[in-house]
């Protein structure tokens, strides 16, 4: 959760913040959520997490079929 996409990605696309991104290399934004609240994001987060992979791949498949990268889509929109 954040709340400033922009600058997350950014940091990531960097390599600023360590995990999955800087050691994989994988670092385009092909799925995100906007919630209301703090709360709701969090929640919405924890669900994620907790699904497994096949789950994840089929959230990102039904929403964004080509895995193109939605940084540069999201600064437009922000």
């Known amino acids: 959760m954040t709340n400033s996409l922009i600058q997350r ?3 990531h696309k960097s390599k600023l913040i360590g ?3 800087k050691k994989y ?3 385009n934004l092909v799925y995100f959520e ?3 609240s703090q709360l709701e994001a969090i929640k919405g ?3 994620i ?3 497994s992979g096949k789950k994840k ?3 990102i498949n039904k929403l964004n079929v080509d895995w193109k990268d ?3 889509l999201e600064k437009i929109y922000m």
């Open 9 to 11: 990605v950014w940091e």
């Open 19 to 21: 995990g999955f991104t």
């Open 25 to 27: 290399y994988q670092d």
């Open 34 to 36: 906007s919630f209301n």
């Open 45 to 47: 987060e924890k669900q």
């Open 49 to 51: 997490k907790a699904s």
């Open 57 to 59: 791949l089929e959230l």
């Open 70 to 72: 939605l940084y540069n």
